[in-house]
């Protein structure tokens, strides 16, 4: 069994598993798009821009209006660099980020290319000083940087208060399961190689072919370059086309 990515410690949501042969598919599920409902707490930053965290600054939080947290979320959307958080597992020079935190070592962090697609105000409470919004965005996003950045975009500061993962692709958390229901029963929710690559063209091989295909030889195809579908008389997996020629990428045992 594999997985496509993690999720906070604090986070909940969808975490596509793979099972399998289909542990080969991590490659082309790692790249997916995400949506997340995100609650922002606004007034106080912790050193992992989490709840997990610990408290290093407090400040007031002053003349916040839906009005206003709508305007400075419109501004989030469209490609951006984004500074990721000291407490990652992103590697420099072969160390995580979050190991040079622990050791109280300085670090040069340099930010990434990211894209906010979508990201809407679900709820905004006074009181508690809190945040609710929803956020669809590209793989590599961080959503406890994403909060830092809006409290700074509101005159304060601010931590990621709780983080739901509602989409990883084209894998919705309606359709997820949870880990009690995973422990009594998987297999109303296995989904196929198959039947998750299902938007993929199709090559059939004939039984000389298919000998050639699965030693790794490559087949002669009138195909445009790309990932297929391969057939016989049954479903293979699949198979990569360069230059009118399919060799083997991903076959079921």
Do not use: W
């Not at 542990?23 to 912790?46: A, C, F, N, P, W």
């Not at 809190?130 to 909060?147: H, Q």
């Not at 975009?153 to 997820?176: P, S």
């Not at 030693?215 to 293979?236: A, C, F, P, S």
């Amino acid at each position: 069994m594999g997985h496509t990515g993690t999720l906070d410690p604090n986070a909940t949501g969808v975490l596509p598993l793979l099972l399998n042969d289909s542990t080969k598919l991590s490659k082309y599920l790692i790249e997916h798009d995400k949506e997340y409902e995100v609650t922002l707490k606004l007034g106080i930053k912790t050193d992992t821009a989490d709840i997990e965290g610990n408290i290093i600054e407090e400040k007031e939080v002053q003349n916040i209006t839906i009005e206003k947290i709508e305007e400075i979320l419109k501004n989030f959307i469209g490609k951006q660099e984004q500074y990721p958080p000291i407490y990652s597992a992103i590697k420099i020079n072969g160390k995580k980020l979050y190991e040079y935190a622990r050791n109280g070592e300085k670090v040069e962090i340099k930010p990434r290319n990211i894209e906010i697609y979508k990201i809407d105000l679900i709820n905004f409470n006074d009181k508690e000083n809190e945040i609710e919004f929803k956020v669809s965005c590209s793989k590599g996003t961080y959503i406890r940087s994403l909060c830092e950045d809006i409290a700074q975009k509101l005159n304060t500061i601010g931590y990621m208060k709780e983080l739901n993962r509602t989409k990883v692709g084209r894998f919705k958390i309606e359709d997820a399961i949870t880990l009690e229901e995973l422990e009594n029963s998987v297999e109303t929710k296995i989904i196929t190689m198959e039947k998750l690559l299902n938007n993929l063209s199709i090559i059939n091989l004939n039984e000389k072919q298919i000998e050639k295909f699965l030693n790794g030889g490559q087949i002669t195809v009138d195909k445009e370059d790309g990932i297929y579908n391969i057939y016989t008389n049954k479903y293979l997996g699949t198979g990569i086309v360069k230059n009118k020629k399919v060799k083997r990428d991903i076959i079921l045992k």
